[in-house]
């Protein structure tokens, strides 16, 4: 059982990455203020995903906080 656990958190599964994409994809039609709002919820969790594409999504829109 340990070996299949372990085979399958090793295996790339493709609903997460279709997650991903969705997350990334609904980032992309929030408003400016929604984005902004985001990025002061995630200004405490310097070092996450959610952050670095939060913080990419402002530099995009040429945004500031």
């Known amino acids: 059982m340990l070996k299949t656990r372990m085979k399958r958190l090793a295996t790339p599964n493709d609903s997460v990455f279709e997650r991903l994409a969705g997350i990334e994809c609904a980032m ?7 984005i902004l709002d985001l990025a002061d919820i995630t200004r405490l969790m310097p070092d996450t995903a959610l952050t670095e594409m939060v913080r990419a999504e402002i530099a995009k829109r040429a ?3």
């Open 28 to 34: 992309t039609v929030l408003g400016d203020e929604d």
């Open 63 to 65: 945004i500031s906080l």
